[in-house]
């Protein structure tokens, strides 16, 4: 019984040690015994911050519309909508769909792969209005938020 206990006892002595010391004691050799666990941590630690490196960005600079403005051309029949989006990478992070609304009808929805300025825009559309026609759009972010506007229709200018 008192050799088992003293096997264990002196066992739990060499790892007080290791804790104390840092080092391991086998048979003559000296060993680092969390060389392993900071290679390990300090590999975890690269790989988070890589991932987040890769997909932060592109959230943090994700903002939605900033302003649309719209504007009804009466000889051309056309609704100029003017959008304000600030993105630095257009091609990744884009005003992605516009949807137009008017008088309550089937909105017209059309969609984007890209955006063709960094900051402002604008896109046209065909569109007949007269005098009292209300037109709803709502502009949309591919990565985050919508902005809307609405615009009645006062009638052709003389």
Same mark, same amino acid.
């Given at each position: ?54 997909? $932060? ?8 519309? !900033?302003?649309?403005? @719209?504007? &009804?051309?009466? /000889?051309? *029949? ?15 992070? $884009? ?8 008088? !309550?009808?089937?909105? @017209?929805? &059309?969609?984007? /792969?890209? *955006? ?43």
């Amino acid at each position: 019984m008192e050799g088992t206990f003293t096997k264990y006892d002196k066992r739990s002595r060499e790892i007080w040690e290791w804790s104390k010391t840092g080092n391991v004691g086998t048979a003559n050799e000296t060993a680092h015994h969390r060389k392993g666990l900071r290679i390990f941590s300090a590999a975890w630690l690269l790989s988070a911050l890589l991932a987040l490196l890769l997909i $932060f960005p592109l959230s943090a600079t994700a903002n939605s519309p !900033s302003d649309v403005q @719209l504007t &009804y051309l009466d /000889k051309e *029949q056309t609704l100029q909508v003017k959008i304000a989006h600030k993105s630095f990478m257009p091609a990744s992070h $884009f005003i992605a769909k516009v949807e137009i609304l008017k008088n !309550s009808e089937k909105p @017209l929805i &059309y969609e984007y /792969k890209s *955006q063709s300025d960094k900051e402002t825009f604008t896109y046209a559309y065909k569109l007949s209005l007269k005098k009292g026609d209300r037109v709803d759009v709502n502009v949309v972010c591919n990565l985050f938020g919508s902005r809307s506007s609405s615009l009645i229709y006062a009638g052709p200018k003389n």
